[in-house]
Nanobody, 119 residues
């Protein structure tokens, strides 16, 4: 059974930090690109950060550059998102996503974790 389980969300003040984690099971984790997405109320889901299978290549949305860091541990089958200098506009449900790197294209999503940035 495939599972992506996010954790680490919560309420934080502006300028604070949170570390999200996603635990994967049920598929060959090390062969999947991993990503973090987010969806704010009334908005479309958007990409935040992406990390290659080996963890050596990362990309970030402009809004995340310089503040967020994505990392993965293929031994533990986890992918983390360290978020610093959080802003109210970072408030959203954050989702973990996995993408296969070979055919057929397979995408898995986690259930999401709420991040609220507010004073």
């Amino acid at each position: 059974q495939v599972q992506l389980v996010e954790s680490g969300g919560g309420l934080v003040q502006p300028g604070g930090s949170l570390r999200l984690s996603c635990a994967a099971s049920g598929f060959p984790f090390s062969t999947y690109t991993m990503s973090w997405y987010r969806q704010a109320p009334g908005k479309e889901r958007e990409s935040v950060a992406r990390i290659s299978t080996g963890g050596d290549y990362t990309t970030y949305a402009d809004a995340a550059k310089g503040r967020f860091t994505v990392s993965r541990d293929n031994t533990k089958r986890t992918v983390d998102l360290q978020m610093n200098w959080l802003r109210p506009e970072d408030t959203a449900v954050y989702y973990c996503r996995s993408d296969s790197t070979s055919a057929p294209t397979i995408v898995y999503w986690g259930q999401g974790t709420q991040v609220t940035v507010s004073s």
